[in-house]
């Protein structure tokens, strides 16, 4: 293996192989994202007798209860790396679309459903993000971008895909191939391409020649979970990152009532979904490249207003051109949050102990995700309407854009790498 990739390596920096690996995990994780169950609902609550309620009840719980066990799974990533950690998610969430098209009743759907998020949405993501922060350090913010493109590819193909195999076989033999098909995509180039870090082969992160010892103490340099959760930066970064994905879901998720009960027709209201994906598509390269060539925190800041952006632009869509201009908005927005995850652990905090960071990180993201949607859906059932609620809503990103003007790289990290912050 470590021929191979040198091999490669003399034509083409091997990071981009393992950005390609990385990117397609993402796309695999399609299998235990939103995006995939939406299409399967339906079939399941017919087949099995389940109200939409308690399918939604438990999708959210199981969703909830995912999120705790990520910064367990990233102490793992961190004593035993990526690679060994990847393949045995790899092996696990296939046996897990196996057994979730085997389900037999609430309680069995309910595990499938914790069990599809916590290695799909959760760990492999993860996993992938860590991967691609250990091989790229001054093009990582591009790197991240390209990576998310897969989640981008998975909600244009599985979607479509899943709709196919139901109307061919069935749901639950739907659910055996999208399980075969994570083996099949996903094991061959962890195996035989993954390695865990760019210095472990001779390396160094972004192709910069061969490693030197002090390149080598670099990748080892990084604060411990404990010594990050002691800083204002862990807890700045925490808020933002909570406050992302728990708006951008609230919106997802009630999106076309939104835009229904202010005034578009159901089909306009359902039209804005392909636009938001374009512009998030053309934007996340961008995003990206904006991380690896401006001040961090601007960057930073810069995705929280949109997030402001999107919310007001929301409350405030009565025609087409308005809700043409709440589409850019979203799109833009989902691009920053996609490409946010991965960048911002690794750039505050180092390399070391990166698992355990960003597992805990990715917990209060996803718990956010979780409980998204009340806020609006308690609105709407007091009070008929979105608009308020939404306005109100756009407050708490607007204080955590304030807060993120004071991020700073934690002191402890700096005497480590011995070098001075810049941003």
Request: with cysteine; aromatic share 10%; net charge positive.
């Amino acid at each position: 293996m470590k021929s191979l990739a040198l091999t490669i390596n003399r034509r083409v920096f091997y990071g981009w192989v393992i950005l390609a690996t990385a990117a397609l995990g993402t796309f695999v994780s399609g299998v235990g994202q939103s995006h995939t169950f939406s299409v399967f609902l339906v079939h399941i609550q017919a087949d099995l007798g389940i109200s939409a309620t308690s399918i939604s009840s438990a999708y959210a719980f199981a969703t909830l209860v995912a999120a705790f066990g990520l910064p367990w799974l990233g102490r793992r990533v961190d004593r035993q790396g990526p690679r060994r950690v990847l393949v045995v998610v790899a092996l696990l969430l296939g046996l897990a679309c196996l057994a979730f098209g085997a389900a037999a009743g609430f309680l069995w759907l309910a595990l499938g459903f914790a069990a599809l998020r916590f290695l799909g949405q959760g760990s492999l993501m993860l996993i992938c993000a860590n991967l691609v922060s250990q091989w790229f350090d001054r093009r990582r913010g591009l790197a991240l971008s390209l990576m998310a493109l897969g989640f981008s590819a998975s909600m244009a193909v599985h979607p479509p895909l899943s709709q196919w195999l139901i109307d061919l076989v069935g749901w639950r033999q739907a659910w055996f191939l999208l399980g075969a098909s994570t083996w099949l995509l996903l094991l061959p180039p962890v195996l035989f391409l993954v390695h865990d870090q760019p210095e472990n082969i001779g390396l160094t992160p972004d192709g910069d020649g061969q490693a030197t010892a002090h390149q080598d103490a670099a990748a080892k340099t990084g604060l411990t979970l404990r010594e990050a959760l002691a800083t204002s930066t862990f807890w700045i970064l925490g808020a933002g990152l909570f406050a992302l994905p728990m708006l951008v879901t609230s919106l997802h998720f009630f999106q076309v009532s939104i835009l229904t009960t202010q005034g578009l027709s159901e089909a306009m209201a359902t039209r804005i979904f392909p636009i938001s994906a374009l512009v998030m598509v053309i934007t996340i390269p961008l995003v990206g490249r904006s991380l690896d060539r401006f001040p961090t925190r601007w960057v930073f800041v810069f995705g929280l207003l949109v997030m402001v952006a999107s919310l007001v632009s929301a409350a405030l869509v009565h025609d087409l051109t308005t809700a043409m201009i709440y589409a850019v908005a979203f799109g833009l927005n989902n691009g920053c949050t996609m490409t946010f995850f991965g960048y911002m652990w690794p750039r505050y905090f180092g390399r070391k102990h990166l698992g355990a960071i960003q597992g805990t990180g990715q917990m209060i993201g996803i718990i956010g995700a979780s409980l998204g949607p009340l806020p609006l859906g308690i609105a709407f059932d007091l009070t008929g309407s979105y608009q308020n609620t939404l306005l109100l809503l756009a407050v708490y990103p607007a204080v955590c854009a304030i807060a993120a003007i004071f991020l700073r790289t934690p002191p402890q990290l700096l005497a480590q790498q011995g070098n001075v912050d810049q941003t």
